[in-house]
């Protein structure tokens, strides 16, 4: 195989198993003004206790990064929601008939799923206005995750995840 074919193999499989990611916020908030932040109360990730903690690690290491306080009265509170569901397969069965001149030909193909079937995990990232108790900034990220990645690839994805969730917050004008 050529070397500039496998470099394009390679860039499609990296870029097929990315992070996506939607975003939406209140116009209207002034997000300079908030400071502090904590984690909501009543917080249920939907995720297992060490997958939290590395997202929690992560949120906390970025937010203090960008100036933002760890605080038990905070401006805003951050909620995290998590689900995981099947990736569909792509397994299909094509019929295809065709011809030219006097000659008339048809084919099947097949395709058949290898490998254990990946997840789709998408988390929800809400931040509220405490004051206001209003949801001010939303953030739904989807990516691939497989059961068999080790813990370090596991706090690698979600280390990538909020650094690609987080890059547009606060929201620019």
């Known amino acids: ?19 996506q990611v939607a975003y939406d916020y209140d116009r209207n908030f002034d997000f300079s ?32 990064s960008r100036g933002y306080r760890s605080s038990e009265s905070p401006d805003l509170f951050i909620n995290i929601k998590s689900s995981n569901r099947p990736k569909p397969v792509n397994s299909a069965v094509g019929i295809g008939i065709g011809g030219t001149n006097r000659n008339i030909g048809g084919g099947v193909s097949v395709g058949i799923p290898i490998g ?3 997840q789709y995990r998408q988390i929800i990232f809400d931040i509220i206005d405490v004051m206001n108790d209003e949801l001010i900034w939303q953030a739904v990220s989807q990516s691939t995750v497989s059961e068999s990645m080790t813990p370090k690839a596991k706090e690698a994805k979600i280390k990538s995840i909020v650094n690609k969730v987080f890059s547009k917050y606060p929201p620019r004008k």
């Open 1 to 19: 195989m050529k070397p500039h074919i496998v470099i394009i193999v390679l860039c499609f499989l990296v870029s097929s198993c990315g992070v």
């Open 33 to 64: 003004k908030a400071q502090t932040y904590n984690y909501f109360p009543a917080m249920n990730s939907g995720m297992n206790q060490l997958d939290e903690k590395r997202l929690l690690r992560s949120i906390d290491s970025l937010m203090h």
């Open 116 to 118: 254990q079937p990946d």
